[in-house]
C-alpha cells in the first residue's frame, strides 16, 4: 500500500471515528445539547480537527442520517428482484427489511428517524428535503414496489403515496415503539410484526 492509500485510509478512518462519536453523543444528550467540542473531546482530538471533515454540527448530522438511508436503500435494493419478481413479497420483505435495521442499529434510527433538531437553518433542511438525499431516494424505491403491485393488479386501485406512507408509518411505531417500549410485556415480536405487515398488505389486495 502506497503512502496516498495509507493516508486515505487513515482519513476516512477518523471520519468514521467521528460520526461514530456524534452519533452516540446525540442519542445520549440530544443534538442540541452537544458541541463540536465535546465531540472532539470524546475522541481525543481538537474541534479544529473535526471541522476539517465536516463544515458544523448540521453537516454532521446529515452524513450521519445519509448513511443510515444508504443503508436502508441498499436493503431495499436487495430484495426488490426477490420471489419470482413478485411486488407483494418484495414490498414485505422490504419493510421487514426496514424493521430489522431499526431494532438492530437503535442508535441509527434514532438519529435518522427519532431526533429532528427546531434548529436548523433552512439551507440545511433542504438536504434533507432534496431529491437526491439517501432518505428520498430510499422512500422513492419503497414508493416504487407499491406502484408495481397496483400496476400488476395485486393491490386495489389506490393512490400510491398514502399506502407507501401507510406502509412507512407502520413500520416506523413498530420499530420505535419496540426501542422505546423495551420493558413493555409485547407478544412474541416475529408474530407481531408478521401480523402486522400481513393484515395491512391484505387490506389492499384485490
Known amino acids: 500500500m502506497g503512502i496516498k492509500e495509507r493516508r486515505e ?5 477518523l471520519r468514521q471515528e467521528i460520526l461514530e462519536a456524534a452519533r452516540e453523543l446525540f442519542v445520549k444528550e440530544g443534538y442540541e445539547n452537544v458541541s463540536m467540542r465535546k465531540i472532539a473531546e470524546k475522541i481525543e482530538y481538537s474541534p479544529t480537527t473535526i471541522y476539517i471533515h465536516f463544515k458544523d454540527k448540521a453537516d454532521l448530522l446529515f452524513c450521519i442520517c445519509e448513511e443510515t438511508f444508504e443503508k436502508l436503500l441498499n436493503g431495499l435494493e436487495e430484495v426488490a428482484c426477490l420471489s419470482d419478481n413478485d411486488p407483494v413479497k418484495c414490498l414485505e420483505a422490504g419493510i421487514r427489511k426496514y424493521i430489522n435495521f431499526g431494532l438492530t442499529h437503535p442508535n441509527d434510527y434514532k438519529v435518522a428517524f427519532m431526533y429532528r433538531p427546531e434548529d ?6 433542504s438536504r434533507f428535503l432534496s431529491p437526491d438525499s439517501m432518505g428520498n431516494q430510499a422512500y422513492a424505491r419503497l414508493r416504487d414496489i407499491v406502484v408495481e403491485c397496483i400496476k ?9 403515496e398514502l399506502v407507501t406512507q401507510s406502509f412507512w408509518t407502520t413500520a416506523h411505531g413498530i420499530v420505535s415503539l419496540l426501542i422505546i417500549k423495551c420493558h413493555f410485556p409485547w407478544v412474541d415480536q416475529e408474530q407481531l410484526i408478521s401480523h402486522t405487515i400481513s393484515s395491512l398488505i391484505n387490506s389492499l389486495k384485490v
Not at 152 to 160: L, S
Open 9 to 13: 485510509r487513515q482519513k476516512e478512518f
Open 120 to 125: 436548523l437553518a433552512m439551507e440545511d433542511i
Open 152 to 160: 400488476q393488479k395485486k393491490f386495489k386501485e389506490v393512490d400510491p
